[in-house]
Each structure stands twice: as C-alpha cells, then as structure tokens.
C-alpha cells in the first residue's frame, strides 16, 4: 500500500471499529481522526475526499465529511 | 572495605497486626504475633547462629545451630522454628547452647574443605561467620574420615559454578527454587550422608537441567557451594549501589556490587518494592553487555549510509548533526524532522527527547517504541478508566483469588513478577490462561491453570465478548458496583450487546476456536471466584483491534466489580524497563507529559511559559506515519535515542526503506544496531550503570537509576541529548538529572511530588504522587474513576483482513523469551546465548509432518511482505495451524515477515497474526545473506579492521 491507500485503509478501519457507536459513530471517527492524525495525513485525506474519495467507506466518507466542515469553518 | 551483606532476619516477617511482648536476653521485645523468636531478636540486633535460615524462606530447623533455652520449656528448641509467646523469656547464650553450637559446627567443619583463604567466599561465608560466631577452636573428630570433598565441580552454567564438596546440605537452594523461584529444578537426592543437592536426575548438570538461572539458589547458598564466577573470576566486591534494573517492566531492585569501576555482581534488593528480594536471569546475570567490546564509545559521522564511518570527537558530532537538522528544517520545512524515545531510557532522558522535538524541532514529530507495543493499553484504559496505566501494584496479587491471564507469557517475559503469582497459584488461587500457546503458566509443576482457552490469533475480541455474554446474561454482573461507580446508560447498551446470540459462546466457537463449555466455565470463575485481577500483554495489544481489546478486558472488570481495591484490577505487563516511563513523559505525538492531549491550551501554555517557545497545537507522526512520509520525499532527518526501529518494527523492508529515504538519521545508542546501517550520524549511548535518572515500572512505581560507574563514551546519555540541544540553539543548562526531574514535577501534575530527594528517602512511589496522594497511590480509582464513571465502551468484533488462504495457510505469532530482551541487542552479548543462540519456529507435529519437516530442519517462513529462514522446533505447544517464533536475532529478522496491519485506533503492529507459509529450506535466505552483506558493509569504520 502506499500512504495514500494506507491512510484509506485506517480511515475505513477507523469508522468500521467506532459503528458501534451508532448516530455518534460519525462524529467519534472524526474526532478520533481530528486527534490523532499529523495535518499532513489530514490534508491527504481530505484531498482524497475532494477528489470523490475513491476506497472510503459510507461510514468513513461522513466521518471525513465532519473532518472537512471543521476545517472549513 | 570488608564486603557486607544486606542483613537477614532469618525467617519471614509476621503480617500478623497482634503484637506480643517477650525478653530476650533481658531485652523486652514487642513482635507481630507469629514471629519467630530468631526473629524478634534479630529484630534487637540479637544475632542467632543460623546457616538454613534466611528471611526469605520458610523456616526449616534442620541445621540445629539456632538453638536457644526458654524458661519453663523443655530441651533446646531451634528459634527459627519457635513462635514468639507473651512473656516468654529467651536465653540466646548459654554454656549449653555454646557447648551444643560447637559439637554442630565441629561436625559440619570436619566434612568441609579448609581452603577459606583460597576460596571465592572468603569474608562472604556464613559458615565461616557462624564457626567464628560458635568459638570454633579444633575439631575433634579429625579431617580424615569419610567424606564429600572429592565430588566433582559442576561448571556447566555460564553464570555460576555448583561445588558440591563445599556443600552443608542445609537445603536453602533447593527451598529457595521451590518457594521464591517457583521452578523446583533442585532437590536433595540420596539420603543420609548420600544427600546431595541435585539440579534434576542425577546425570543433569545445571545447564541442561530445568534450573532458570534466577539466581535465588546463589543467593540463598551460605558457602561457595553455589558461588558466581564473576566473584570467582574477579574477587568479593567492596562498594554497592542499590539502583533499578533496566530489563523488563517489572523493574527489579538489584544492588550493583563493585570493586572499583568494576562490576561484580548484581544482587537483588530485598527491600526493592517491585521484585522483594527476587531476580531473573537477565538482571541477576546479563550485564555483561555493559563493557562488551562492541560498544561504540566514540561519536561517528558519515555523509553517507554507503561510505565508512569516521570517529570523531563530541564538539564535531553535535555540531555536524545540528548542521544537518538545520538544513533540512530550512529545505524542507520543520515537519521534516522527528525523535523517537526510548523506553529503556530514563524518565529524564525520554523527557528531554521529547522537549527536544517540541520545542528544538518546532513540531510534534515524537513517538516511542510503545507504539509498537503498548499504545492500545494507553488508548483503551484512559477511553475507559481515564488513565493510561494500570491499576494495581504488584503486591496485589497476594490478595487475588482468581488470576485471569491473557496474551501474556510472564515466566518469560516478566519472571519474577510470574514467581509471585505461582506462589499465589499454590496457595490455592485459580488461574485462567487465554493464549494460542500452552505457556508454562498452564502447566508447571505445582501450577495448573483452571482454564486454557487455546483461542486462534486474532479473536481476543470475540473470546471476551463470549465472556461477557456469559456473565451477564447468567446475571452474574455485579449490577451494585455498575450503578454506584460507571455509567448506566453506557452499561445497558453494552449489556444489550454482548448478551445478542450473536456474541454467546456457541456461536463464536467457531471463529475463536474456543471449546464454549471451557469459555462458560472460565468467565464464571472470572466473576464468582472472589478477588479476580486480569493481567494481560503484548498478545492483547499488538493485534489491529488492540485498542478494542484492552476496552473488553475493562469492561470485564467493570461489570464484574473487580476494580478499585487490592486483589483485583487490570495490569498491563510492560514489556520494556521504562515502557510506563515514556508514555507518561510525553513522548507520544498526540500528548504532552502526564496524557494532556497537545490540542489543549491551557496544558500547553504551561509548557510554552516554562520552555519560552510556541507549540504546535497539531499532533505529529506517529513511527510508522513518518516511515511513510519519509517513503514519500517529506520526512528527512530522526533522531533515535536507544531504539533498534529496523529490527523491532514491523515490515523490515519498509521500515529499511523509510530509513534509506532520510537524509540525515541519528542513532544513539550503545552498539551499532541494525537501524545504524542507515544512519549518518553515531552518538554512542551509556548504559544504566552509569547514568542518574529514574524508570517507571509496570505498576507506575518510579523508582531511582543510580549511577554505579563512570559513563564509557564519557556523557550520560541525558548530557548528549542537552548538548545536541544546545548545538541546536536551545538554551539548556541542566546539570543534574533531578532538575529534570524538578522540571517535570513542576509541569505534569501525576508527578507533582515526586523529586529524587524524595526518591532516595523513600525508595520509590507509585504516581499518582500530589497534594491528593502524597505518599502515592498503590491502587488506582479506589474510591471512583479517574474519569468520573466508568465507561463501558461496545467492542465489536471485527477480524483482521490478515487471512489465512491457499498460499499462506497458517498463523504466524510472535513472541520472546526468557533469556532474551527484546531485539536481543543486550543479552546477544551475554552468555545467555547459551539458552537461546538463535530464534526457532515453533510448528505442530501436524503441520510439520504434512510437510515433511523434522526438529532441527531449516525452513523457509514466508507471508506476503517477505521470508526469512530459521530452524524448526516440533511441538504440540502451539495448535495445528499456528506457528510461532522470536524476534531476538538480527541473522532472522523475524519482521521481514510481519505486515503493515496495524491496531485501528493506535497504529500498533499487528505482530501476533501473520498469514505464513512454511517449506522446507537449505539454509539462510537470498534476502537474509543480502542483508547480512549489507549490515557488514555499513558497520565499516575508518582505520579500524573489520574482526
């Protein structure tokens, strides 16, 4: 994998592990990327996003979606 | 300076809060009820003659010598063996005793060599002291009779010699296997005067015997029967340092004995908190590495990874590496550089590493090698609990009924914390293994493990859920504790969770494995067996649900009430020395010292007012994060303090290509490590001989590293990391580890009183150590959690995307050993090599017939990152399917195999499931020579001759 498709992976791994948390899992993931991830990652990430977000899974991609109204607010 | 022992009291100290009040010698004494009358009076200085006993064994009476005479009783009974009583008067000398006391001594001289000014003991000899102590002047029966002083030397083991003809038969080694060590390698064979002591049948030396070299028999031998060779070798030391160990996260206390600069042994501490008095193989014996001719002691430059090293001096090195870090920070911007501290490191040094990226390197890029083990513990216990640590102290588990152990070797890897919880076993608490591997905790003698769920890698989740789903939905939650301490809410979701059929026993058998009866019967015992503490390892956390697991081990405690009292608790066993050290320091990308996240203001202004600079308020890489942006052209320069990344990470050939990508790679370290074949800059580290600082063990206990001889290369490692700071620009003027200390009291609230004057007073503390705890605090969230409720958090069960198939039909796990210490740098270059010279692979004698392979034979381990060859070793410890191996030899490189999955939440490795395929093989891979070839040409040094 190359960082890019790793940083897909996590995303997605991520959010499969916080589903559990059911309406809140969207925000835990985002919060949970927010926390953790350099703002390189963040910003390939959200760039990936940008671009249609190709690999990211449902509950990623709203995750990743809370991540980019943040950094745009 | 005559050598002198730590004092022994002769029999264990009473518990018993009675006290009784007797005379001894015309002395009133008051005693805890049930202490011995050899006790109390050594309590009042009053020194018995003794050889079979010693306080850290039980009472034996066997070598008559601890005689006394008790008004109104009958004979001479023997001290060690007779209680204190109210009133008692107790005579110690007497003509009688005297007169008795020397016909015992005679008997034992006259069959003992007369070799004291030639013999290794001279001076430390108990025997020697008690003739002297007796009035020994002749004995009367002469030299000439029959005798044991012929019996041949026994010089197998590589760290103490066994001299049966110096020999008093008193037992104390063999008690001492048994009761402190838990091992029962010893014992007396043949009766009368045949007895002798005996490691196993009577063809085994102690080398090939079941004998751990723990030590505790050399210890507890009052003659040079079982003597060191070092002391032999070297002579009896004059000087002593108690200081900690810097093996395992047990953190034992050991006092470093010397002559001059020289060590000469190391001798566990009794009054050491952690370890009582007890030691394993490594820190008894495995310091050798300390003065190992390996050791660099010279900085070295190189412009590059492909030209020899060029020694050169302190002033050059600094002033070259900060040329280098400069360059880049101005090329590529200040995100291009990054630290990773060292576990083995002290708090001090850690601490400094990490101030050094924040506020030298301007950004957040540290980590620390608990990412690759036990960053899933941090996340899972502070989500849960709100601390990133573990609950217990050590002495707990003397009060646990039931000890549920999961993903953790500890005979291995943490050995004399596994000797206490095997004596607790034989007093009758039950034990719960959860491990793909039959350990010896699940059998060994006088031990046998309730339960073993023999689980497939990769399950835990699953087989704890199981768990849960039995307890509660047999009602067996202790729905008191729930309501009063955690959140309700949260547990009725949970509860509705686990108790879906989904998640029951049955159900999940087949993805774990795991028999359900023996699953129902284990979660039972778990919550009706009375005091239950979990101890868990690196078997929970390096797995892509690491995080989730430890969550699951939470809330099994949560919902069974075992949290917040002795006995109980959740207890991660810290793989490394100071693993609980780094992450409290800060060296996490994400948190500053104490587990104060970097986004929040106010813990940062602390920092920014004490430090004079601005901090980043954006997490930083973590390890396998800057592997990747290194890979990716952006990060160009790390500074490694006491890491072997290479070595111990996952997926080598990433790992080698995120190195080779760098510009500029600063190893600090005492040997050229397998990461310092891509390095450009070498600053040679100092061991924890000689250096002040502290660790933290496992059971947050700080505790003092002290200096015991001069640093090698010249600087403690603290002083390298200040002066590349000050090369840097900073304005550093430490001039004492306890200022860094100071400073980290002043800035992490966990530590606010704790200071090395304090430390030296008092031995250790256990954080957290402030104005609500002052002495400490033994046990965590006694009186609630530190985050308020305790948080029971939904684990579901996700599997690993490593996957067994037609090409890769097994699971690989991995693991270590008792002689080794993780990538085996250390104890390679001891004489524990002698146990372990290189990493097996463990396979089932299915698996290995199915492919025509026998014990011993060469074969090829291969997954989807890569292969490495290695020995088989046939054994039904591991089930059909499931193979297992060491990563302590670099000529393995175990890694090579292991993939880039990795916890969901931390980014731990996910070391202990890899899809493998196993063939028989010739010898060393293409890839392992190319490798070995590689290493020898970037360990060249300019005018020094390759050996």
Same mark, same amino acid.
């Given at each position: 994998m190359n960082s890019l498709e790793k940083l897909v992976y996590m995303a997605n791994q991520i959010a499969r592990n916080l589903e559990t948390e059911g309406d809140k899992a969207a925000d835990t993931t985002a919060a949970h990327i927010v926390a953790f991830w350099? #703002?390189?990652?963040?910003?390939?990430?959200?760039?990936?996003?940008?671009?249609?977000?190709?690999?990211?899974?449902? +509950?990623?991609?709203?995750?990743?979606?809370?991540?980019?109204?943040?950094?745009d607010a | 300076m005559t050598y002198v022992r730590q004092n022994d009291f002769g029999t264990p100290a009473s518990l018993s809060e009675e006290t009784v009040t007797l005379t001894i010698d015309g002395r009133a004494v008051s005693v805890p009820k049930g202490t011995t009358v050899m006790r109390a009076a050594a309590e009042i200085g009053t020194a018995i003659p003794k050889l079979c006993a010693s306080d850290n064994l039980k009472a034996f009476g066997s070598c008559r010598l601890c005689l006394v005479e008790i008004d109104g009783a009958r004979g001479t009974p023997a001290s060690c063996t007779t209680p204190v009583a109210g009133g008692m008067v107790v005579h110690t000398e007497t003509p009688r005793l005297q007169k008795l006391r020397r016909g015992v001594m005679e008997l034992y001289i006259s069959d003992h060599p007369l070799d004291c000014l030639t013999c290794s003991a001279n001076n430390d000899c108990e025997l020697q002291d008690q003739a002297a102590a007796v009035g020994l002047r002749d004995v009367r029966y002469g030299y000439e009779g029959e005798n044991h002083l012929a019996l041949d030397l026994d010089t197998s083991n590589p760290y103490f010699d066994f001299d049966p003809s110096k020999c008093i038969?008193?037992?104390?080694? &063999?008690?001492?296997?048994?009761? @402190?060590?838990?091992?029962?390698? $010893?014992?007396?064979?043949?009766?009368?005067?045949?007895?002798?002591?005996?490691?196993?049948?009577?063809?085994?030396?102690?080398?090939?015997?079941?004998?751990?070299?723990?030590?505790?028999?050399v210890q507890a031998c009052p003659t040079a029967t079982l003597q060191e060779k070092s002391v032999k070798e070297i002579g009896l030391p004059d000087r002593s340092v108690v200081t900690t160990c810097a093996y395992c996260g047990v953190g034992c206390t050991f006092r470093a004995e010397m002559r001059g600069e020289q060590l000469v042994r190391m001798v566990p501490w009794k009054d050491g908190k952690a370890n009582r008095g007890h030691s394993c193989v490594k820190g008894r014996f495995a310091w050798g590495y300390a003065q190992h001719a390996d050791r660099i002691l010279k900085p070295m430059i190189r412009a590059s990874i492909n030209d020899p090293w060029r020694e050169v001096e302190w002033d050059e090195a600094f002033a070259y590496a900060a040329s280098e870090l400069k360059r880049i920070a101005a090329t590529y911007g200040d995100k291009a550089l990054g630290g990773i501290t060292s576990s083995r490191c002290t708090n001090?040094?850690?601490?400094?590493?990490? *101030?050094?990226?924040?506020?030298?390197?301007?950004?957040?890029?540290?980590?620390?090698?608990?990412?690759?083990?036990?960053?899933?513990?941090?996340?899972?216990?502070?989500?849960?609990?709100?601390?990133?640590?573990?609950?217990?102290?050590?002495?707990? @588990?003397?009060?646990?009924?039931?000890?549920?152990?999961?993903?953790?070797?500890? =005979?291995?890897?943490?050995? &004399?914390?596994?000797?206490?919880?095997?004596?607790? $076993?034989?007093?009758?608490?039950?034990?719960?293994?959860?491990?793909?591997?039959?350990?010896? $905790? &699940?059998?060994? !003698?006088?031990?046998?493990?309730?339960?073993?769920?023999?689980?497939?890698?990769?399950?835990?989740?699953? &087989? $704890?859920?199981?768990?849960?789903?039995?307890?509660?939905?047999?009602?067996?939650?202790?729905? +008191?504790?729930? /309501?009063?301490?955690?959140?309700?809410?949260?547990?009725?979701?949970?509860?509705?969770?686990?108790?879906?059929? *989904?998640?029951? !026993?049955? =159900?999940?058998?087949? @993805?774990?494995?795991?028999?359900?009866?023996?699953?129902?019967?284990?979660? /039972?015992?778990?919550?009706? %067996? %009375?005091?239950a503490a979990i101890y868990y390892g690196l078997g929970v956390t390096e797995h892509s649900q690491g995080s989730s697991t430890v969550m699951a081990i939470a809330n099994l405690a949560m919902a069974t009430g075992n949290i917040g009292r002795p006995g109980v608790g959740v207890n991660p066993l810290r793989g490394q020395n100071n693993v609980q050290g780094a992450c409290d320091m800060g060296s996490f990308p994400h948190e500053l010292s104490g587990y104060r996240h970097i986004s929040d203001a106010a813990a940062r202004k602390l920092f920014e007012d004490d430090w004079g600079v601005h901090l980043d308020p954006e997490p930083g890489l973590r390890? #396998?994060?800057?592997?990747?942006? +290194? @890979?990716?052209?952006?990060? *160009?320069?790390?500074?490694?303090?006491?890491?072997?990344?290479?070595?111990?990470?996952?997926?080598?050939?990433?790992?080698?290509?995120?190195?080779?990508?760098?510009?500029?790679?600063?190893v600090h370290d005492l040997f050229l490590n397998e990461t310092a074949n891509y390095a450009h800059i070498f600053l040679p580290g100092s061991t924890f001989l000689e250096k002040d600082g502290t660790f933290t063990n496992a059971e947050r206990r700080i505790q003092p590293v002290r200096k015991v001889m001069s640093p090698l290369n010249g600087l403690s490692d603290w002083e390298v990391t200040q002066r590349l700071a000050q090369a840097m620009g900073l304005d550093w003027n430490y001039t004492h580890p306890a200022e860094i200390m100071d400073e980290i009291a002043r800035l992490t609230p966990s530590f606010a009183g704790v200071s090395f004057d304090r430390l030296d007073a008092e031995g250790s503390m256990q954080w957290p150590v402030n104005d609500a705890a002052p002495d400490g605090t033994p046990v965590m969230h006694i009186d609630g959690f530190v985050r308020g409720r305790g948080k029971f958090v939904v684990t579901d069960y996700v599997p690993t995307d490593e996957r067994t198939g037609p090409r890769f039909p097994l699971l690989l796990t991995t693991g270590r050993i008792l002689s080794h210490y993780n990538v085996g740098a250390q104890t390679r270059r001891t004489a524990n090599v002698a146990w372990h010279p290189e990493d097996l692979l463990e396979i089932h004698p299915s698996d290995a017939e199915n492919r025509g392979l026998k014990d011993g034979d060469w074969v090829k381990l291969a997954s989807r990152s890569g292969e490495t060859a290695l020995r088989a070793l046939v054994t039904d410890r591991v089930a059909p399917g499931v193979v297992y191996t060491t990563f302590h030899h670099p000529a393995t490189q175990a890694n090579v195999v292991t993939t880039d999955y990795s916890d969901w939440a931390t980014n731990c490795p996910e070391y202990k499931v890899t899809a493998v395929q196993i063939s028989a093989s010739n010898g060393p891979t293409d890839w392992q020579e190319d490798y070995s070839r590689q290493s020898e040409r970037a360990r060249r040094i300019e005018g020094i001759a390759a050996e």
């Open positions: 350099d #703002p390189r990652m963040k910003s390939m990430i959200l760039s990936h996003l940008d671009a249609g977000g190709e690999g990211l899974s449902p +509950a990623a991609r709203a995750a990743l979606g809370k991540v980019r109204a943040a950094a | 038969a008193c037992s104390r080694c &063999v008690r001492a296997c048994d009761e @402190v060590q838990g091992t029962f390698a $010893l014992t007396i064979e043949g009766r009368g005067f045949e007895s002798k002591v005996s490691a196993g049948l009577g063809s085994d030396d102690f080398l090939g015997s079941e004998c751990v070299s723990c030590g505790a028999c001090e040094e850690t601490f400094l590493v990490q *101030k050094l990226v924040r506020a030298g390197f301007g950004n957040n890029n540290v980590d620390t090698c608990a990412r690759v083990c036990h960053s899933p513990t941090g996340y899972g216990l502070k989500t849960t609990f709100g601390t990133s640590a573990g609950t217990q102290d050590f002495d707990s @588990v003397e009060q646990s009924d039931v000890m549920l152990v999961i993903g953790a070797n500890p =005979t291995d890897g943490h050995p &004399v914390f596994a000797s206490r919880m095997k004596r607790r $076993l034989r007093q009758g608490a039950k034990l719960i293994v959860i491990d793909p591997r039959r350990t010896d $905790l &699940v059998r060994s !003698p006088h031990i046998e493990a309730e339960h073993h769920l023999p689980l497939r890698p990769g399950t835990n989740v699953a &087989v $704890l859920t199981a768990m849960a789903h039995t307890i509660v939905t047999e009602g067996l939650a202790d729905e +008191a504790f729930i /309501r009063e301490r955690c959140d309700w809410d949260e547990y009725q979701d949970w509860a509705a969770f686990v108790s879906d059929a *989904k998640n029951s !026993p049955e =159900t999940l058998a087949p @993805v774990t494995g795991v028999d359900p009866a023996e699953l129902r019967a284990a979660a /039972r015992l778990y919550a009706t %067996g %009375g005091n390890i #396998p994060n800057m592997l990747d942006a +290194a @890979v990716d052209g952006v990060f *160009k320069a790390l500074y490694v303090q006491g890491e072997d990344i290479l070595q111990s990470d996952p997926d080598t050939k990433h790992v080698a290509a995120g190195l080779a990508a760098m510009e500029c790679v600063i």
